[in-house]
């Protein structure tokens, strides 16, 4: 569970949840994108890619630490075996990066896309902002050019939609190449 300080100075609760089923080949991310998901994450990934087969994500969540979530990235691209994620709900921000790094990337049909240039708070000083916004320009082409490496719609385009925060259906997430299928669900259970 982590404690985040908003903006409004109140503290908000958020869990974050990352575990995973090594019969299922399944590592889940659940929740807040931070450095204690990628720190029990990059470990199961590693441990999974020792013998052969598909390692699937399961997604869920609004994003978070993007240093955290490009490790998983990095961690996920240099895998050996396949990999797929299964994104339930929402998959926002960097959890929308973090899922490019996968083979196979599948929604759900009511899940949420969303992308966007980021948010920042400083309580710097000036010298250590300065530098703070380089860096932030940088990450920010960088998430661009992960967006844009599998996508269907321009560079340009995915520009103008993360300058205004865009919310995406599965289907539109779809077209503009994001993902790649949306789940079926069964006319009938068992």
């Not at 982590?2 to 889940?28: A, F, H």
């Not at 998959?91 to 790094?101: E, F, G, P, R």
Request: net charge neutral; charged share 25%; proline share 2%.
């Amino acid at each position: 569970m982590k404690t985040s300080k908003y903006r409004n100075g109140e503290e908000q609760t958020v869990e974050t949840y990352s575990s995973i089923n090594e019969d299922l080949r399944e590592i889940y991310l659940i929740g807040d994108i931070s450095e204690a998901m990628s720190s029990a994450v990059i470990p199961a990934i590693r441990q999974l890619d020792q013998s052969r087969g598909q390692i699937d994500f399961i997604v869920s969540s609004t994003g978070g630490d993007v240093d955290a979530g490009l490790a998983m990235y990095d961690a996920i691209l240099l895998a050996k075996n396949k990999t797929a994620c299964y994104c339930y709900g929402i998959c926002q921000s960097m959890a929308a990066i973090i899922i490019q790094a996968c083979d196979q990337r599948v929604l759900a049909p009511n899940c949420r896309y969303m992308i966007h240039n980021g948010s920042i708070g400083l309580d710097c000083s000036l010298d250590e902002g300065l530098a703070l916004t380089k860096e932030v320009k940088l990450l920010k082409e960088k998430n661009l050019q992960i967006l844009g490496r599998r996508a269907k719609i321009p560079l340009a385009k995915i520009k103008k939609l993360c300058y205004s925060t865009t919310y995406m259906s599965a289907e539109e997430c779809c077209l503009a190449g994001f993902a790649d299928l949306i789940l079926e669900i069964p006319r009938k259970r068992r």
